[in-house]
Nanobody, 116 residues
Framework: QVQLVESGGGLVQAGGSLRLSCAAS????????MGWYRQPPGKQRELVAS???????NYSDSMKGRVTISRDNAKNTAYLEMNSLKPEDTAVYYC??????????WGQGTQVTVSS
């Protein structure tokens, strides 16, 4: 079992920045990929970015160029640095972990609200 706890969300003005953190605990050595998804109000959850244990990253087009995903394996933590935020980035952001055996785990989500 893997537990994920997100932090760092909040209210920010358009053009601002936020850094989200996702701390993993439990069977941490079973984790291969960690990622960030978001779910805007009334919409489906979508991938923002992901990173493997060895640092291979993948970014979706939705926020590409404005976000950077990173991971500190020693701290069992993944980060999402978000810049130039727009009101349409308002969403609940979820941390995701995928184990080597392809099990999916989710955090509880953290709200990001961008005001215009």
């Amino acid at each position: 079992q893997v537990q994920l706890v997100e932090s760092g969300g909040g209210l920010v003005q358009a053009g601002g920045s936020l850094r989200l953190s996702c701390a993993a605990s439990g069977s941490i050595f079973s984790i291969n990929s960690m990622g960030w998804y978001r779910q805007p109000p009334g919409k489906q959850r979508e991938l923002v970015a992901s990173i493997t244990r060895v640092g291979i990253t993948n970014y979706s087009d939705s926020m590409k160029g404005r976000v950077t995903i990173s991971r500190d394996n020693a701290k069992n933590t993944a980060y999402l640095e978000m810049n130039s935020l727009k009101p349409e980035d308002t969403a609940v952001y979820y941390c995701n972990a995928i184990t080597w055996s392809r099990n999916n785990y989710w955090g509880q989500g953290t709200q990001v609200t961008v005001s215009s």
